[in-house]
């Protein structure tokens, strides 16, 4: 019963997502699936910042102070648009039309979507990171029906609050703490990154192509993981699809050039700040690389748009300031620039990637296509340059740690390149389909 | 290297990774029957136990004791025990008492009406204990198959 409540909560925050992206935010030319997929980035955002919003008011959380706005404008959305019903949605009559190998690919994938989900919801959350920070903070925050100023100096952290505020919605609704079925918003993540890999994929190849690549990325042992199996419950694959997301709709804006698109990719990339301070040096160079766009073309008007993500980070920034939170926990003893440790650091990194199994060999393919296909890439090629930019600021950081990064790099390199891990499968499809179209 | 031992050479990798990516794909849905099967027919306090072990034994048992709400410090070698008790133990605060100048400094409320000890280093045991000025008298004693292994003391 209560994986049914949350499921509920789940399939409300897509329809918010859903409904403000239709009116304000999504390309015509967007697919059912690819806007199921960034709704659910954005409705997790919005109700996150809206939570977030509340406790600074002062406004105690409840059900009806929280969902009621998001309520009104789904109605208002669906009896305006007349949109009561999806004609084009006859799955089964375009699942015939499947050749036999689509066919065995799509129930490839739909197992894996399925195998996932029902691992998250079969134990308690066992992950360390879940326990002692994503959902011990969901916790909190429900048990204190809002951000408790105290619950900073007592755990001394300083993590964004946007997972841990969403996630307790789930436990409003249910009326008390489960953290078996809160896994699912979790796997929601995994479920949303296969939506948005495989619609994002179908831009340019067929279907068949798109569904095997999927099942490539998707059937990852450490995605598995994160997505459900055991280590459900913490935020690093959600970082992995906002990273993801924010680069597909910046691929889309460059093609369309549309505001609307702008707009989108400014919100993701404000919430992707609220996910997980991993997420910074990504948005940071992916601004940079906008408004260098928007300077060349001499459309000025254009970098208003770009405000919300300022304004998000400030807001998070003053907040921090206000309460005294704690520094990042891996500077609380000072910076020192190691340069000696970059080949130890380097190697740890290599070594991750040949790690089979966790990654199969995504990494090992990648790296051949790097090496041998970076021309085919084109435009593409910034999707391989913000996953290097990424990974480089993690090595700077392994640099700058006091403590010895050996031990670190051992435990947390595999949630690190799950930030990136959806760009080097994008990567290897757009290699694989351009060197084999010809 | 040549164009076309790339494309070959490429072909051969995606063809590797896909009969990987299908054979563990298979196996890990395999695993439903083969080892989740063994978890489905637990319930969560089961779970829990099987996973944690003797900690969330422990962590139970202090529940049991503690009002909730409390605020307590817990002396142990094992920061997962420490962690594990901030979750579990929540509403009640847990202070880590060899950490709690370091990592706390001034920051935090220092009423604390219970310490626990656990797991027990020889020295540990004493029925009364001074801490941070503060006499704690033992109330409760853990122990696994009749062998000591945590204690609570009250203020």
């Known amino acids: 019963m209560n994986i049914l409540t949350i499921l509920y909560v789940i399939i409300f925050i897509i329809l918010a997502g859903y409904t403000t992206g239709e009116y304000f935010l999504y390309a015509k ?14 409705g997790f955002g919005f109700i996150g910042i809206q939570m977030f919003i509340l406790s600074i008011l002062g406004i105690k959380w409840n059900y009806g102070i929280i969902l009621t706005p998001w309520l009104i404008f789904i109605c208002y959305f669906f009896l305006r648009n007349h949109k009561y019903s999806y004609h084009n949605l006859n799955i089964l009559n375009k699942i015939k039309l499947f050749s036999r190998i689509e066919k065995l690919l799509l129930i490839l994938l739909v197992s894996l979507l399925i195998f996932v989900g029902i691992e998250s919801v079969l134990r308690p959350v ?40 969403t996630t307790s919605l789930g436990y409003m609704s249910l009326g008390s703490i489960d953290d078996r079925s809160i896994l699912l918003f979790y796997y929601f993540f995994y479920f949303a990154l296969g939506l948005l890999f495989y619609s994002s994929i179908r831009n340019f190849a067929d279907r068949k192509t798109a569904l095997l690549f999927s099942v490539l990325l998707l059937s990852c042992q450490n995605l598995i993981r994160h997505g459900g199996r055991f280590e459900a419950g913490q935020a690093d694959l959600a970082v992995g699809f906002y990273i ?45 690389f906008v408004v260098y766009k928007i300077l060349k073309e001499k459309k000025y008007k254009k970098l208003f748009y770009l405000i919300p993500l300022p304004l998000v980070i400030l807001g998070w920034e003053l907040f921090k300031k206000f309460n005294n939170l704690h520094p990042n926990f891996l500077f609380r003893n000072g910076i020192e620039f190691h340069i000696e440790r970059f080949p130890i650091v380097v190697f740890n990194f290599f070594k991750e990637f040949g790690n089979i199994q966790n990654w199969n060999i995504i990494w090992i393919v990648f790296l051949f296509c790097i090496v041998i296909y970076r021309k085919h890439l084109g435009t593409y090629i910034l999707v391989p340059i913000f996953l290097f930019f990424q990974l480089l600021f993690y090595v700077l950081i392994f640099l700058l740690l006091p403590q010895d990064p050996v031990t670190q790099i051992n435990a947390i390199s595999n949630k690190l390149l799950l930030h990136v891990v959806p760009l080097a499968a994008f990567t290897i499809t757009i290699v694989a389909v351009k060197v084999f179209k010809k | ?44 306090e089961q779970m829990r136990e099987k996973q944690f ?24 070698t094992d920061g997962m025990t420490y962690y594990l008790a901030r979750y579990f133990l929540y509403p009640t605060t847990v202070i880590w008492g060899e950490r709690q100048y370091t990592e706390w400094g001034n920051d935090i409320v220092r009423n604390y009406s219970y310490a626990i000890f656990y797991p027990l280093t020889s020295q540990n045991i004493s029925n009364v204990k001074t801490i941070n000025n503060t006499n704690f008298h033992n109330i409760k004693e853990f122990r696994t198959n009749g062998e000591l292994k945590g204690l609570i003391y009250k203020k």
Not at chain 1, 29 to 42: G, H, P, R, T, V
């Open chain 1, 244 to 288: 993801f997301a924010c680069v597909i709709v910046l691929l889309d804006y460059l093609k369309i050039k549309s505001t609307r698109l702008l707009l989108l990719l400014t919100v993701l990339l404000s919430i992707a700040t609220q996910i997980k301070n991993d997420a910074i040096p990504f948005v940071l160079l992916s601004t940079c």
């Open chain 1, 126 to 165: 066992q992950a360390w990171d879940g326990w002692d920070n994503w959902v011990f903070r969901a916790n909190v925050f429900y048990l204190n029906k809002g951000i408790d100023n105290y619950y900073f100096s007592y755990t001394t952290d300083s993590y964004p609050l946007i997972i841990p505020l």
């Open chain 2, 1 to 44: 290297m040549g164009k076309r031992y790339s494309k070959i050479l490429l072909l051969l990798l995606i063809g590797l990774w896909t009969l990987l990516a299908i054979t563990r794909s298979l196996l890990n849905i395999s695993k439903l029957y083969t080892e989740e099967r063994h978890w489905i027919s637990l319930n969560d």
């Open chain 1, 29 to 42: 030319s967007y697919s059912i699936i690819k806007k199921i997929a960034l709704s659910y980035a954005l």
């Open chain 2, 53 to 76: 072990g003797e900690k969330y034994n422990f962590l139970t048992f202090v529940k049991s004791v503690i009002p909730p709400h409390s605020n307590i410090l817990l002396f142990t």
